[in-house]
């Protein structure tokens, strides 16, 4: 079926990569070749912004107008064509459905008419190995944070780049709370800049939000989000001015309490498991109060922080080209019947 079968290719550096990547709103594509991204388009969606979140409807009709040009941008910008590419590799799940089989759909008639393997990729472990995509990279075992508008959990990434679970979310994730904590605040979308911005001239231990008490390493945001609601109603009704008035302390109080929750989570992970290696990615690992902390948790027990390059944490298709290539590695070849998936 294919052109390639790559066993030829055990040098890892003689492999080149498509990578693909719809999962959400961002229509991404990348170049692996030679053992380095030498390519990472991405067409982001402003149209989204008004409504205060992604319009799943819109992300996919966005995706097929942007997808061929993106991966046309990507080869051009690599300076090579679409017949030295060996394989595919593309964004399985989880995510958008609708974006998802945009992508994937693409990958499958492309990989098909052009005689190429292709290999599915999942979203959330592309993102953790986002911190081996460049030579700084962490020693095995690792632990990894991965904190997004849809997903927060902790995993552990072992000996050949094998990643286990070891908690998440057990309702909403930590970027969603970020984001539902700038409307109640009357912000923009997305609000987790905004709030990181803001939080730099407010003092974070002016209001106290409760943070849940979950079993094991896992986490919960929807009782915090809650909390806020309340809060924000309760004060405001005191005085309707509540929050223009104390806008920046809010924000430094909020966005203390999630990362402080964050990071409790992940320290009881290196208890349990002596690991150091530690690492966060996602879009919030964009956060700068996160990042920071990191650091200072890496030190406390002689450990590393690492975290990738800011356009390897938001949704990309270097990620995805990367992942795609240990799957090749494996032999893990898709299929022209394999289907998305949504959650993980």
Known sequence: ???????????????????????????????????????????????????????PEWASRKHQLNIVPTVQSALQNAGIQLSEVDAIACTQGPGLMGSLLVGHSFTKGLAMSANLPFVNVDHLDAHILAHFIDDKSPQLPFLCLLVSGGHTQIAVVKEDYVIEVLGKTIDDAAGEAFDKAGKMLNLGYPAGPIIDKLSTKGDATKFVFNTPNVEGLNFSFSGLKTSILYFLQKQSKLDPDFVTKNSNDLCASIQHTIVSYLLSQLEEAMKLTGITQIGIAGGVAANSELRLKLQVLAKK?????????????????????????????????????????VRK
């Open 1 to 55: 079926m294919y052109k390639h079968t790559l066993e030829h290719t055990n040098n890892n550096s003689h492999i080149t990569i498509l990578g693909i990547e719809s999962s959400c709103d961002d229509t991404s594509a990348s170049i692996w070749k030679n053992g380095k991204i030498c390519s990472n388009v991405v067409a982001s969606q402003s149209v989204h912004a008004e409504f205060g979140g992604v319009v």
């Open 301 to 341: 027990y002689n450990g590393e922080a690492f975290i990738p390059k800011f356009e390897y944490c938001t949704d990309n298709a270097a990620m995805v080209a990367f992942a795609g290539e240990i799957k090749l590695k494996q032999k893990k070849y898709g299929t022209l019947s394999d289907v998305c998936f």
